[in-house]
């Protein structure tokens, strides 16, 4: 299992980024993808979660309405669209195979300051 996770970055408060994770190894098609988040000093929590056809999302509270998790199929491609960020996403973001407790990438770094 291969997970690599981009786009991550330093915004300003309101401001916009798309992350992207490329996945291999697996068939992707089979399997719930999620994004999990750790902030300094702080445990892992997940943020988003999307099923294997991509039709059923789950999100954090916090993030609803905010964020959009998608996925490509044929690409093997997993997406989180984050809008109106705040200082408190601030956080390496990992893309996660199936359960919280999943295989995960590298990780990119998100920090959400003026």
């Known amino acids: 299992v291969q997970l690599v996770e981009s786009g991550g970055g330093l915004v300003q408060p309101g401001g916009s980024l798309r992350l992207s994770c490329e996945a291999s190894?697996?068939?992707?098609?089979?399997?719930?993808m999620r994004w999990v988040r750790q902030a300094p000093g702080k445990g892992l929590e997940t943020v988003a979660v999307i099923n294997p056809p991509g039709v059923n999302t789950y999100y954090r509270d916090s993030v609803k309405g905010r964020f959009t998790i998608s996925r490509d199929n044929a690409k093997n491609m997993v997406y989180l669209q984050m809008n109106n960020l705040r200082p408190e996403d601030t956080a390496v973001y990992y893309c996660?195979?199936?359960?919280?407790?999943?295989?995960r990438g590298q990780g990119t770094q998100v920090t959400v300051s003026s």
């Open positions: 190894g697996f068939t992707f098609s089979s399997d719930d």
């Open positions: 996660v195979k199936g359960g919280a407790s999943g295989p």
